[in-house]
């Protein structure tokens, strides 16, 4: 193919300590890449020597806590007319690299006037997250291929590419990121020296700090900085919607039902209701067995399963067979046993062969069978 003779992609990354994953990430790609760029930045580990089995293109980057910077050195180091970037604990799955072949077939007789793609990346947690039936899927979408030479990132931690008005093409193409570590010290520390050095923290900055106070669970200071976000006069208004959902969270923690239940109702206030803001409306009822209320949130989260969320990562769950689950639950307990028993159905049409819910699908026609039999 035309492509892969005059090559098209240089791969760069940066990593440090990732002996365990970056095989089975190059593993995955390699045969899509017609230049591999490893930046090391202070591995001391076997990176550098998986690395080495690879590309002759390993590099080392002195680390001064700074990402956007090492990025913008791997990406000086590319030669190819597309630069993708990816980190060592994503890869691409099988049907995912055979639309990437395709894509990277077209941009070989397409090329001229893209200058960003857009590629999804779909986010498992750890095991010790998953839930045991089914692990939960947070998609989101970001710039992962731009051309050589035209864009730089930005930010000490969290960076993100600034593309400004660079002609764009969307593609269904999603990486799958498998995270092996928990960083939430080390950016902590990035994050208050940038904010200690900026004199301020606002905007992006400050999203990102009450982030990892909340993966810390420094549930005080999270709210704090989301309330600070959400009083800002200009912003992102997924961003916001995230802010709203991760407060009522910290106000869970904190005790505070009025202000948890509030934050939620406060994210209408930046775009209709989302799946899982009304799941999440209907978690505090159902907390409270008031099952009325929460029947009719969960209700909502089903009917708005259709609207997308933008940008915004979210559980997949909460747009397919969690309301369900849930609101069949709900059913059951205010005694509605024929919707409760409908909803499971509906729920295994998601999750067919999944042993809760066959388990409960037996139970509760067990309870309509003997309900039909005293009513006759």
């Given at each position: 193919m035309?492509a892969?003779q005059?090559?098209?992609f240089?791969?760069?990354?940066?990593v440090?300590?990732?002996?365990?994953?970056?095989?089975?990430?190059?593993?995955s790609?390699?045969d899509?890449?017609d230049?591999?760029i490893?930046v090391d930045?202070?591995?001391?580990?076997?990176t550098?020597?998986?690395a080495?089995?690879?590309?002759?293109k390993v590099?080392t980057?002195q680390?001064?806590?700074d990402?956007?910077?090492?990025?913008?050195?791997?990406?000086?180091?590319?030669t190819?007319p597309y630069?993708?970037?990816?980190?060592a604990?994503?890869?691409?799955?099988a049907?995912?690299?055979?639309?990437?072949?395709?894509l990277k077939?077209?941009l070989a007789q397409e090329?001229e006037?893209?200058?960003?793609?857009?590629m999804?990346?779909r986010?498992?947690?750890q095991?010790?997250?998953a839930?045991p039936?089914v692990?939960p899927v947070?998609?989101e979408?970001?710039?992962r291929?731009?051309?050589?030479?035209?864009f730089?990132?930005?930010?000490?931690?969290h960076?993100?590419?600034?593309?400004g008005?660079g002609?764009a093409?969307?593609t269904d193409?999603y990486i799958?990121?498998?995270?092996?570590?928990v960083h939430t010290?080390?950016?902590?520390?990035i994050?208050k020296?940038?904010?200690?050095?900026?004199?301020k923290?606002?905007g992006?900055l400050?999203?990102?700090?009450a982030n990892?106070?909340?993966?810390a669970?420094?549930?005080?200071?999270?709210a704090?900085?989301?309330?600070?976000?959400?009083?800002e006069?200009?912003?992102?208004?997924e961003?916001?919607i995230t802010?709203?959902l991760r407060l009522?969270?910290c106000?869970r923690e904190?005790?505070?039902?009025?202000?948890?239940?509030?934050?939620?109702?406060r994210?209408?206030?930046?775009?209709?209701?989302q799946?899982?803001?009304?799941?999440?409306?209907?978690?505090?009822?159902?907390?409270r067995?008031?099952w009325?209320?929460?029947i009719?949130?969960y209700?909502q989260?089903?009917g708005r399963?259709?609207a997308?969320?933008?940008?915004?990562?979210?559980s997949?769950?909460?747009?397919?067979w969690?309301?369900h689950v849930?609101?069949?639950?709900?059913?059951?307990a205010?005694g509605?046993?024929?919707q409760?028993?409908?909803?499971n159905?509906?729920a295994l049409?998601y999750?067919?062969?999944n042993q809760v819910?066959?388990?409960?699908?037996?139970a509760?026609?067990?309870v309509?069978e003997?309900?039909?039999y005293?009513?006759?």
């Open positions: 035309e892969e005059e090559g098209l240089s791969l760069c990354m940066i440090k300590n990732e002996e365990a994953v970056l095989g089975r990430c190059l593993d790609v390699r899509l890449m230049e591999i490893i930045t202070g591995s001391t580990d076997r550098v020597t998986v080495g089995w690879y590309t002759e590099f980057y680390w001064d806590e990402f956007a910077a090492a990025r913008n050195y791997s990406y000086e180091q590319a190819m630069v993708i970037w990816m980190d604990d994503e890869l691409l799955s049907p995912e690299a055979e639309k990437l072949a395709r077939q077209q090329h006037g893209v200058e960003v793609i857009w999804g990346a986010l498992s947690p095991p010790s997250q839930a039936t692990v947070y998609p979408r970001r710039p291929v731009v051309k050589r030479g035209h730089r990132w930005q930010g000490r931690v960076e993100e590419l600034n593309i008005a002609s093409l969307n193409v799958d990121h498998r995270p092996s570590a010290e080390r950016n902590l520390q994050l020296r940038w904010i200690a050095e900026e004199g923290a606002e992006r400050l999203f990102h700090y990892e106070c909340f993966g669970r420094n549930y005080q200071a999270a704090a900085s989301y309330e600070q976000v959400l009083r006069l200009s912003g992102w208004k961003k916001r802010c709203c009522s969270e106000y904190l005790g505070e039902a009025e202000l948890r239940l509030n934050s939620l109702f994210s209408f206030g930046f775009g209709l209701p799946a899982d803001v009304c799941c999440a409306i209907a978690g505090f009822f159902e907390e067995r008031e009325e209320s929460a009719y949130w209700l989260a089903i399963q259709t997308p969320p933008g940008e915004r990562p979210v997949q769950a909460c747009y397919t969690l309301p849930l609101v069949s639950r709900c059913f059951a205010a509605e046993w024929q409760a028993y409908r909803h159905e509906q049409a999750l067919p062969g819910l066959l388990g409960q699908r037996s509760l026609h067990q309509l003997e309900t039909r005293k009513k006759e």
